[in-house]
């Protein structure tokens, strides 16, 4: 029986970014994540800031490990 | 129809009736639904205006996240639902700052916040809340702002319970029973805030088809005139127009005076004068959009330093498909004082509102619910602790069974429906 999922929100200080040299278009962050926010554009993955729920599970998904977490200044 | 299996029909499609009902159809009982208004849902669904997800009551939220009553409710009827639950669940703001507030036990609040409501270590804490539910329950509660003082709770301690308290049981943490508070808190096993990322239409829409799935019908604009009794017996209702439906079951979800409205003459008239006593909660919602972002953070924004707001969530951060890409979205609740001028409060609370947010900002709407509406649900208070609230099932009424927010049950806000449920569910499954 469906049970239903939860996401921890806000646990990356920031949004993750996709390194584009290692990201090989498989779209496992896509499918992952809960907030509908990364798209895949030309053959690269791209998580689209505004969206994103810091719940870093793209992070874990990422079977290339191009996906980390960037100290910079919160979106605006 | 199978044996044992008895034609249920429900009066009202809010949240309590919509799983009631799902649940019944389930396990294969014949369900009829019947609503009033011409959409579904009540008070825990939205309406799309101009890609805007404006609810009609409940902020898309599940109080109790994963852990609470309504979770476990939705896992039973086999509906899936997508959950974030922001960490921390809370964000203070005060004096231009953002405290973070944990409402799990297993992370310890930060030293500022400790320092800024009083509330340092957490034996102590713990054991005076122990002693407060245990007095409570033996009859002598106490208001929970009282009890903030007693576990030596600041000005701003009290301040903060009485935004909390507003927000989760619409009333002001003096008025608010410690032992209702408590007992939520305990029975939802201190769940934290969960956001339904499709928002609270979805997840109504999903429990439809549930329950159609399972042979249900689901009947709109079909409002009841009455309930039929017959020798003690709820044997089915009348529709406007005439038309009655059998029944082996009444599920009533249309508010408890409304309910004993339906009633009439059968209507217990200890749970009428009961009824009478109780004061309903009463509040606004204000539904606010920008260009701006409205807040960094994920979190329920507690506002400390203003006087009419207590809470705002920040609805299109924490999901994209409420709104329309281009805005932000934000949802506040303000907790109307029944004894004042509405229209005052009204227009203090949006004054203070769009400074706190920014420039940018505008309220594109306000909702209001207010004096004896069925829909308003009633107050969780210190002098309507556990003997007021009217029960699931009536005295010399069997076949009706209530559910909703105004029935007896703990749990902060929507979970309280939840509970409700899954304890008239054990009941119903014995039967």
Known sequence: ?76 | MASGKRRVVVVGTGLGGLLTGAFLARRGHPVTFLEAQSIIGGRFTHIDYQGFAIPTGAFHAFPGGVRGHLFRCLCKIGVHVSLVEPAPSVMVAVDGQRLPLHLDMTRSQSPVLRRLVGVNRRGPVTRSAARMLIAGLMGRDLPAAEGMRRIGGTEAGVRLLDRLTKFALSVPAEEASAVELLRSILSQRFGREGFLIHGSGSMIGRIRTAAESSGAEVRTAAPVRRIIVEGGHARGVEVEGGESLDAGWVIANAGVRRTLGMLGEHAPSRVVEQVATLRPACGFTHAVRSRNRLHEHLSIEIPLDLRHIDGIMPVSNLSRFLCPPEWHFALAYQWMDPAEDPEKQLEAGRRELLEHLGSGAEIMNTACYHSHNPTANIAQMIDQHGKSRPPAILPGIEGLFLVGHDVQGYGTAAELIGESCLRLWERLERA
């Open chain 1, 1 to 76: 029986m469906a049970a239903g999922e939860a996401v921890r929100a806000g646990l990356l200080e920031h949004p993750p970014t996709v390194r584009a040299e290692l990201c090989t278009g498989c779209t496992q962050c896509l499918l992952t994540c809960p907030a509908g926010t990364i798209e895949r554009r030309g053959l690269k993955c791209e998580i689209i800031p505004e969206g994103c729920i810091r719940c870093g599970r793209c992070l874990t998904m990422c079977p290339n490990e191009a996906i980390r977490e960037v100290n910079g200044p919160a979106p605006p």
